[in-house]
Nanobody
Framework: QVQLVESGGGLVQPGGSLRLSCAAS????????MGWYRQAPGKQRELVAT???????NYADSVKGRFTISRDNAKNTVYLQMNSLKPEDTAVYYC??????????????WGQGTQVTVSS
């Protein structure tokens, strides 16, 4: 049974920082691309950042320079360090694990989400 369990969300003031964690089980973590997505009220879920099994990263333009995604294969965990947070970063953040083969997604798993609220 695959489980992705997020933690680290909460309420933070604008300009503050949070670190999200996602612990994975039930998969061979090291072969999966890991990612963070977010969904704000009334909006579609959007990509925040991904990190491939080789360590290549990709970020949404809105978070470049502020957020950093990283992974620890020994701990089966992916992190999202969020700095200089803005009110528009408020959303439920979801952890994702997927595998692609010839550009086609062959596995796709999601966590339950963790709320991040940026407000004074």
């Amino acid at each position: 049974q695959v489980q992705l369990v997020e933690s680290g969300g909460g309420l933070v003031q604008p300009g503050g920082s949070l670190r999200l964690s996602c612990a994975a089980s039930g998969i061979i973590f090291s072969i999966y691309r890991m990612g963070w997505y977010r969904q704000a009220p009334g909006k579609q879920r959007e990509l925040v950042a991904t990190v491939t099994n080789g360590g290549n990263t990709n970020y949404a333009d809105s978070v470049k320079g502020r957020f950093t995604i990283s992974r620890d294969n020994a701990k089966n965990t992916v992190y999202l360090q969020m700095n200089s947070l803005k009110p528009e970063d408020t959303a439920v953040y979801y952890c994702n694990a997927d595998r692609l083969r010839v550009g086609i997604k062959i596995n796709d798993y999601w966590g339950q989400g963790t709320q991040v609220t940026v407000s004074s």
